[in-house]
């Protein structure tokens, strides 16, 4: 592969809106420089990360004590048991089924052929090849993308354990309705704020205070 330019697209457009999730930004940066510096190992070492970190976000978004050193495969079970594919029996089976294929496979090139997973004889020629890595590379945008848009989509102020702003955008939008905050510039000019926002940042508390007032409306609607 001589793409310079290549892109984990589905991924960036998942995590679009979490701008605090450093650690997570820096993951999927340094999988796409690896592989625009065409190094196979250590592709197959940092797509195994990048997918671990997207676990452990999703985990410690939903989950109250995570445990940050349980092993890949397990991880993902933990995802899974909380974030659906779909709301289809046989679609999210099928999907899981698939998803779980990609987390083992993923793991094992990883530990037979990355670059950093253990030390190896100096003569060593590491037959894992470009379009081999970037076939596991695509794999993890798709499903990383996937998950992280499924749990940004459900995740509920209720169950939430990390608050982010963007995750309630249909609530942030009914709010800022209810409370437009204007401010006056000069003689005729106007700055508006966002409320929700502004109440987001100064007390995260009385946000999901009302969130889950407006949740509990909406369900009592239905």
Not at 71 to 96: A, C, H, T, W
Not at 154 to 162: D, G, L, N
Request: with cysteine.
């Amino acid at each position: 592969m001589t793409d310079t330019s290549f892109k984990l697209q589905l991924s960036t457009k998942a995590i679009v809106g979490s701008e605090g999730a450093i650690h997570l930004i820096e993951q999927k940066e340094r999988l796409e420089a690896a592989a625009r510096k065409t190094d196979a190992p250590l592709c197959l070492d940092l797509s195994k990360a990048f997918l671990e970190t997207v676990f452990k976000t999703i985990l410690n978004d939903r989950v109250e004590g995570v445990n940050q050193n349980e092993e890949f495969g397990p991880l993902y079970k933990q995802v899974k048991n909380n974030v659906e594919f779909s709301r289809n029996d046989d679609i999210n089976n099928l999907l899981s089924l698939l998803a779980g294929q990609i987390v083992n496979v993923t793991g094992q090139l990883r530990n037979r052929y990355g670059a950093a997973s253990h030390g190896d004889d100096g003569y060593r020629d590491n037959p894992i090849d470009m379009p081999s890595a970037e076939f596991i590379m695509s794999s993890v945008d798709g499903l990383a993308s996937c998950l992280y848009t499924k749990h940004k989509d459900t995740v509920v102020a209720e169950s939430a354990q990390r608050m982010n702003y963007v995750d309630f955008s249909d609530f942030n939008e009914w709010f800022d309705d209810q409370n437009d905050i204007k401010i006056l510039m000069g003689e005729d000019s106007f700055f508006s704020f966002s409320a929700s926002q502004i109440l987001f940042d100064q007390d995260i508390e009385a946000y999901r205070e009302v969130l889950l007032q407006y949740e509990s409306n909406l369900d009592e609607n239905e």
